[in-house]
DNA sequence: ATTTGGGGTTCCCTCAAGGAACTTCAGCTG
DNA sequence: CAGCTGAAGTTCCTTGAGGGAACCCCAAAT
């Protein structure tokens, strides 16, 4: 094979691109969460070709982070994101929040999220799900785990 | 061009990909993060193409995420993580995260991470960084930003 | 019966990924 | 000194994925 897959590697990182690290995935995964949620909206949104855009939809639906769903008695339909699909887009916050602070310029952030329950606009920070204390990539070590391959 | 340049649209997440959304980048700096920080290292490690390899090499320190930096006398070098490149690999943190979910099957993850602030084996928790609360997709609105286009 | 529009397919062309061989440069070895 | 070695690329060729445009299918509306 050409390129090289990724989801055999005993990796979560490469799991993970094997699901949405193909060009495109993660800017259709962001229309969809935004509310492009047809072919023809995404597809004028993204100026994508038609051809990689059916391919990658097809994708993340056999994936499960997308769900064909008819809305007509025609033959149409929209892509709506699954739990599965709406975990990823937590992916796709952290991408923002190191995109805004590093990318932006001085225009500043193109897009504002507004939490929900505080009702401000924010950012999100990444914490232990034990201590609750803020966890970066300096703030931890790695150690082979049961799924690891020798 | 080719393939369409995702750093001149006005969304952080197209630009955050600009700089690490090419294939085979994520992993790179997985392995430098890992401490595979010479070009033979990695090399070895991800089975990548030499040449392929000094393409993302040269991009990312271009894009302040690596440094290269001589070891030796001789013309060595190994590539070390900046600041800026460090904050990136929150993206990985929250892959692993996703991808220890949902893809990592029965044999369970093959990496696990400490923090070193309690010493536990841990998972990232994304929080919104005004209230504390977790903030993930389905908690959230999006508004135009003063960087948006028309 | 014809038009319309969403949702794709098909075709061709170019460029990027893979792979292997080759190069360069400084230090070591005899 | 001549030759060898090992890290870090560079070159060259082949294959296949992305871009773009044209085409197709189907059900409803006119």
Redesign the pocket.
Known sequence: ????DFGDMACSIARTLDVIG???SPLILRDVFAGFT????IQADL?????????R??HLVGHGILE?RP?????????VLTDKGAELVDLLLVMVRWGDKHLAGDAGPPVLYRHHACGQISAVDLRCDHCDKPMHARDIDLLPGPGARP
């Not at 094979?1 to 090289?4: G, V």
């Not at 047809?38 to 909206?41: D, S, V």
């Not at 809305?71 to 892509?79: A, S, V």
């Open positions: 094979m050409q390129r090289t193909e060009p495109w047809r072919f023809e909206q100026g994508i070709s038609r051809k990689v855009l059916t391919e939809l097809n064909r809305y007509d008695r025609r033959p149409r339909h929209e892509y």
